[in-house]
């Protein structure tokens, strides 16, 4: 059994509510998931860089994290930001300066820490505003990549065997897509030598709370897709 702090975050209760293996205990936490296990106290928490387990955890090697005592999530508007630019980071495609379009705010200096540990340091241009989508976050990046024919292959590499990263090039692009899902949906385009990667996600899915417990179940071992 894993004890978990509740948090103020409805959603997150939700989900640990629903978790078979959680009993919710003591006061409410902001912004971090606090559980017991095996006797230890361990954390999720959001958007500390300084943490040696931190980023999208698609992009990252899990191993280390079925040990540490603290594990750091991006935010909403990085966490999309990640999975657009994350995939042609890591495989050093990207020639210029991305251009990120948000209707959240992200925080520049942390999204240049996450890209710099996937090996993009040059640089993104940011356009955010606080506009209401529904309770879906979504976003546009527009990157200048290097001429490739298997970018499709290299997303699919990245998030094929994720359950909270999903590719769809086929469906109406609409929110109803990730409403009240736990996943990140994602379409690519590609015009010559412009990518162009659209992602969206619930506020309570890949881009809040069901990350944050994604991010435990693999701290403890347990199924990543519970509840």
Not at 71 to 84: K, M, N, Q, R, Y
Not at 86 to 97: D, F, H, M, N, V
Not at 111 to 132: I, M, Q, R, S, T
Request: hydrophobic share 45%; aromatic share 6%; charged share 20%.
């Amino acid at each position: 059994m894993i004890l978990a702090a509740p948090s103020r975050d409805a959603s997150l209760n939700e989900l640990l509510a629903r978790h078979p293996y959680v009993e919710l205990s003591g006061e409410p936490v902001l912004d971090r998931l606090e559980f017991l296990h095996n006797g230890k106290k361990r954390q999720v928490v959001v958007d500390d860089v300084g943490l040696e387990c931190h980023g999208l955890i698609e992009l990252a090697d899990n191993n280390p994290m079925v040990c540490a005592a603290s594990v750091s999530v991006p935010g909403p508007g990085e966490t999309l930001a990640l999975i657009a630019l994350g995939p042609i980071a890591k495989a050093q495609l990207i020639t210029e300066s991305p251009i990120v379009l948000s209707n959240v705010r992200l925080r520049d200096d942390l999204l240049e820490a996450y890209l710099y540990d996937l090996g993009w340091d040059n640089g993104f241009g940011v356009n955010a505003e606080d506009v209401a989508f529904g309770e879906a976050v979504v976003l546009n990046v527009l990157a200048k990549v290097r001429a490739t024919s298997d970018l499709d292959a290299l997303y699919e590499e990245c998030y094929s065997r994720s359950f909270f990263v999903r590719c769809d090039q086929t469906s109406e692009w609409d929110i109803a897509l990730v409403s009240g899902k736990p996943f990140a949906a994602y379409r690519l385009n590609v015009s010559e030598d412009i990518l162009r990667v659209q992602v969206m996600a619930d506020k309570s899915g890949k881009a809040g709370a069901a990350q944050m417990v994604h991010a435990m179940n693999i701290m403890c071992g347990f199924e990543e897709s519970l509840p």
